[in-house]
């Protein structure tokens, strides 16, 4: 299907891939990604824009020391909850700005306050975790394995679209790539994709039923 879509031409007619979820959509957007075919979402944010896939990336930037900015640190900090806070986000910007490690500078910043004191363990705690595996896929098999408990049995979106569902697409996207680096720089593309292609995009992605209405 990708190679017939990398030969289409600029005229050609618009083309849709439907998928039953959102999390099916995934794989064909990396793919879409590699083979530099522009395309956008109908209805929605990217693959790589959703609520819990962003949350599983901020973990893979925190333990590879991957481009952390106070905003990776707060959305892993709120995934799962930890009630922390803008401010402590900020603490470990700092510690990381003064060339702490990521799980050093968290544990720094949770000795600021003892209102911060058990989230930071806890993040500190899953960060350290997925840092110590040895390969991509299994790094983020535990990132998921950390945050599959606050999205469990909660149906979002449209559909039987699952967060969860989601989690387990990155894992088997994961396996296509050599590094955290390589998969965070597609990553960072993905979520990119839809402003940058815009009317010059010649696929459509959406759900079967985000599609009702646009046939």
């Known amino acids: 299907v990708l190679k017939g879509l990398g030969e289409a031409k600029p005229t ?25 075919i522009p395309y956008v979402v109908s209805r ?40 922390l806070g803008r401010k402590f986000s900020e603490a470990v910007a700092e510690q990381l700005a003064r060339g702490l490690a990521p799980v050093a500078a968290i544990d720094k910043a949770g000795s600021f306050s003892s209102r911060w004191e058990d989230g930071a363990d806890e993040l500190a705690t899953a960060v ?10 299994s790094a983020v098999q535990r990132v998921v394995l950390t945050l599959r ?12 679209d699952s967060r969860v569902e989601n989690l387990i697409v990155l894992t088997q996207i994961a396996a296509g790539f050599a590094s955290a680096a390589e998969l965070l720089e597609y990553a960072e593309q993905g979520g990119k994709a839809k402003e940058a292609n815009g009317l010059a995009a010649v696929v459509t992605l959406s759900t079967v039923h985000g599609f009702k209405g646009l046939e």
């Open 128 to 137: 350290e975790a997925v840092a110590k595996e040895t390969d991509l896929a």
């Open 149 to 160: 408990s606050a999205f469990e049995g909660r149906q979002e979106g449209s559909g039987d």
């Open 12 to 36: 050609s007619r618009p083309i849709a891939v439907l998928s039953r979820t959102n999390a099916g959509l995934g794989t064909v957007e990396v793919g879409l990604l590699k083979a530099h």
């Open 44 to 83: 929605g944010c990217g693959f790589f824009g959703r609520r819990e896939v962003k949350a599983a990336l901020a973990y893979l930037r925190l333990a590879f020391n991957l481009g952390i900015t106070d905003e990776v640190v707060r959305v892993a900090a709120s995934t799962p909850p930890k009630y």
